[in-house]
DNA sequence: CCGTATTACGCTAGCCGTAATGATG
DNA sequence: CATCATTACGGCTAGCGTAATACGG
């Protein structure tokens, strides 16, 4: 058999192309280098090595032998790589969702339902993201803003959210009681912009609004409360709460009232009964 | 850094299903399996086991860890194979002859000239099989019976050799002093089977003979001597002797008198330089 | 002479085996 | 109590380092 060490050994004298040289990389000594050196010909059962009296390179047979060992080693690394990666998607759950309220929601939940588990998520924009991302169990659970379609997949519908205009109260829209996104196409809006599928819905539904981005969750928070610009809310979001002087306005477009679905994999139906157990209790935690 | 004989001895625990069998395939102790699997572990940096108290199993990550463990120990396996027979073929050189004689002219001349390398000798019924061989340096030599094309090849004709057909003096056909193959198309011929290309020129040339075939080339020779057959021979094959009673009938076609070309890569002319030297003297050295 | 490879020699880490312990059906 | 895994302990192999030797540009 012939051992791992002894295949590094190899490639980095191959690498260095001396004896000296390569014992400085492996920080072990030269004589130990020459040792292993004649102890992986003897295993290999042929010469491997053009010796004259004060150098030594490899010959064809070494060559060979040194890039197997290349490939060899590589696989080894690639094998630990895989093993870990692997450990940590079995000890993860990634729950990967259309828009910040449903993460806000789940990752709670799951983290005292699953406890010991990591809990990861990601905020993806399209539906079939999500959805592909499910298939190569990148994620174990998704939330949707639509029902998906699938043989192999199992939902149910948690909670909804109605997208409103925030004002302030001096802006010409704020006497309206509710409107349609079309009536304020064209404005200046404030937008966060890690909101999944509203973004879309946005560029969408107001193609000519002129959005100020901000990807900072306090900065923009400061400037949706206390600015001139209109921005978006929710229920979800402004849990009950508006700032000081602040307006929202209801809109009323269908995309824009939407319900969220919790989405798993069939075969995960069972083991994640708990956290559909808890997003059926959703409407009462969430009067808390 | 994992080393293989942890690789082999998961392998062997993951065939076997417990430690004590696999302890039993590796011929060492139950413990110290147990030992290289909890080191297995340690340096995989994440648990492989299933454990209680008197049962260990592969979780999800140690079946990741075995299967690639077996490709890794595969590719090692391999590795040694290919680095070794790499070492035999260049010690080795390997003479592909479209019949007997050459194989009996050359293969002294590469014993003497190339000392300390192995001679190897194959014989092919096709020159196109013979040639293909050169290309993947199965061959290093060839003896063809006709001139040979192609940029890469080096080739010198050193000999000839001529077909005769050798008859008890009793035979009907002893009379002749020379002879066609059609005019013995249909007859009861003697054929030793190892004669490379001849073997091909008699199916062709003589579609109506009845061969009686030997592979065993002493009986072959009782037999030829002896027997009522007519069978072939040449001034090569023959030595100039014949056995008592026998009388041997030049043969006239064309392709019954062939001159042998010996033919190496060109990228090797130097190498064998030594043996084309030898071969230029051929004539003096079968005079003797 | 400095750099390089090999040989000699002694140390020690680590691998293995035996024995003992614990757990399970 | 038979089987299997783990723990404990001690021995021995073999890989390593230091020192010495040899060779070459």
């Not at 806000?104 to 990591?118: E, K």
Request: hydrophobic letters at 40%.
């Amino acid at each position: 058999m012939i051992e791992m060490y002894l295949l590094e050994q190899l490639l980095a004298f191959s690498q260095c192309g001396t004896l000296s040289a390569a014992s400085e990389k492996l920080h072990v000594s030269q004589p130990a280098l020459s040792h292993s050196m004649q102890k992986l010909e003897e295993l290999m059962g042929v010469p491997l090595f053009e010796r004259t009296k004060n150098r030594i390179a490899l010959n064809e047979n070494g060559k060979l032998t040194a890039d197997c060992a290349a490939k060899i080693l590589e696989q080894e690394r690639e094998m630990i790589e895989r093993v870990r990666l692997l450990d940590q998607s079995r000890r993860t759950i990634t729950l990967g969702a259309c828009a910040p309220v449903p993460v806000a929601d789940l990752v709670p939940i799951l983290s005292r339902v699953y406890s010991g588990m990591t809990i990861a998520s990601e905020i993806r924009n399209s539906d079939e993201e999500l959805l592909a991302g499910l298939e190569k169990n990148q994620y174990q659970i998704l939330v949707l803003h639509e029902k998906p379609e699938g043989e192999e997949l199992y939902f149910e519908a948690y909670r909804e959210e109605h997208l409103m205009l925030q004002l302030p109260e001096n802006h010409p829209l704020s006497a309206k009681e509710q409107l349609y996104l079309q009536e304020i196409d064209g404005q200046n809006l404030l937008l966060y912009t890690k909101i999944g599928f509203w973004y879309e819905l946005c560029r969408q539904k107001l193609p000519n609004a002129h959005f100020l981005m901000m990807n900072e969750f306090d900065a923009f928070g400061e400037v949706a409360g206390a600015g001139a610009f209109p921005s978006f809310v929710t229920e979800a979001a402004a849990g009950g709460e508006l700032p000081e002087g602040r307006k929202a306005i209801p809109i009323l477009d269908e995309e824009a009232n939407v319900t969220y679905y919790c989405v798993c994999a069939k075969k995960d139906k069972k083991r994640f009964e708990p956290l559909y157990q808890e997003l059926r209790r959703f409407e009462k935690h969430s009067d808390r």
